[in-house]
T-cell receptor, first 110, second 112 residues
Framework: RKEVEQDPGPFNVPEGATVAFNCTYS??????FFWYRQDCRKEPKLLMS?????NEDGRFTAQLNRASQYISLLIRDSKLSDSATYLC???????????WGAGTKLIIKP | DAGVTQSPTHLIKTRGQHVTLRCSPI?????VSWYQQVLGQGPQFIFQ???????GRGNFPDRFSARQFPNYSSELNVNALLLGDSALYLC???????????FGPGTRLTVT
């Protein structure tokens, strides 16, 4: 089992719709969680950190479920510019590494 | 403030050669991490340095080495290049280990 798993997609979503991704992690001692977005042939960019109580940044909401060991990202009122690959990142408390999922590809259609 | 910078942006090498990639972190950031990313996959961790000491090493052969300088910039060296080393090499900086990382534009290495 991979340490961090994501549905690769692609998710094809009409503009204005709401879309959600999940990401599961294997190490229950994981401490820090992040979502990044990556555009084609560009570097990943930090979208948001994920806090235990859940957090929101505009149209984006991140949730953490420690019991089931997954994090989620919800995008409301999706825009064409949201089309990208969304990468889930987890820090395992036993070392200093950030472990990356392979990403979920999102395509927003007009 | 300047973001993370990497050089060169593109590089073409032949099998067996050596390559050095460079990275300058965001001012004030003391941690630098190196990743390899191939198409369709997430970044694969290679090294992390904090305060000039190696803090972590991923599952890469000894042909890969790195160091961090007193000004917190870093180099990644790869010896005896293989075709499979062709990838985007990303450098990320953070204030300290295992916190939010900010990436440079990457160096795209092609080995022929």
């Amino acid at each position: 089992r991979k340490e961090v798993e994501q549905d690769p997609g692609p998710f094809n979503v009409p503009e204005g719709a709401t879309v959600a991704f999940n990401c599961t992690y294997s190490n229950s001692a994981s401490q820090s969680f992040f979502w990044y977005r990556q555009d084609c042939r560009k570097e990943p960019k930090l979208l948001m950190s994920v806090y235990s109580s859940g957090n929101e940044d505009g149209r984006f909401t991140a949730q953490l479920n420690r019991a089931s060991q997954y994090i989620s990202l919800l995008i409301r009122d999706s825009k064409l510019s949201d089309s990208a690959t969304y990468l889930c990142v987890v820090n395992f408390i036993s070392n200093y590494q950030l472990i990356w999922g392979a990403g979920t590809k999102l395509i927003i259609k007009p | 403030d300047a973001g993370v910078t990497q050089s060169p942006t593109h590089l073409i090498k032949t099998r067996g050669q050596h390559v050095t990639l460079r990275c300058s972190p965001i001012s004030g950031h003391k941690s630098v991490s190196w990743y390899q990313q191939v198409l369709g996959q997430g970044p694969q961790f290679i090294f992390q340095y904090y305060e000039k000491e190696e803090r972590g090493r991923g599952n890469f052969p000894d042909r890969f080495s790195a160091r961090q300088f007193p000004n917190y910039s870093s180099e990644l060296n790869v010896n005896a290049l293989l075709l499979g080393d062709s990838a985007l090499y990303l450098c990320a900086s953070s204030l300290r280990s295992a916190r939010e990382q900010y990436f440079g534009p990457g160096t795209r290495l092609t080995v022929t």
